[in-house]
């Protein structure tokens, strides 16, 4: 990696936008290899069933991080591979979170831990990928990232889960 590849990062993620939410349009065989075993799993699958923000199923959310978030981490030389499946595993919660339960009663703080431990029923996760999912509602989990690519994660969830917010109230 170059030491000035952060130069290349706003148009690798300006380019990279338009597939958001339409993962018909990435073309990356590698990124498509990495997630593919992850999102035909049934729990995964059924993420497109549960209202993340606005009118953006939680399916369509976890794939908008993924491809953003590998694609930063790519830009950079860091571990793609790990950005890409913790993107897709960082909110792999099987309960819709607007419907007041006791069950899950503070969402915000306790759902990292839920993703995890979900993520495990269905795959192996490494130490990085753990700490990326568990870590990516910092400061509501009060211990920071400890990995670069933790960070990275963490700042691509709040712009997207921010632009999903607010597409609610975009003039059409």
Sequence with gaps: MSR??????PV???RAFPCAYHPERIEDEEYIAIVSPLLVEPGIRKLGDFVQHS?????MHVRAVSWMTYTFCKTLGWDHVAAARAGILHDYVTYDWHVPDPSHRLHGFRHPGFAVKNSREITELSALEENMI?????PLTVIPPKYKEAWALTLVDKVIATRETLRKYQKH
């Design 4 to 9: 000035f590849a952060f130069l290349r990062l």
């Design 12 to 14: 690798a993620m300006y």
């Design 55 to 59: 009118d953006i199923t939680l399916l």
């Design 134 to 138: 568990r870590r990516h509602m910092w």
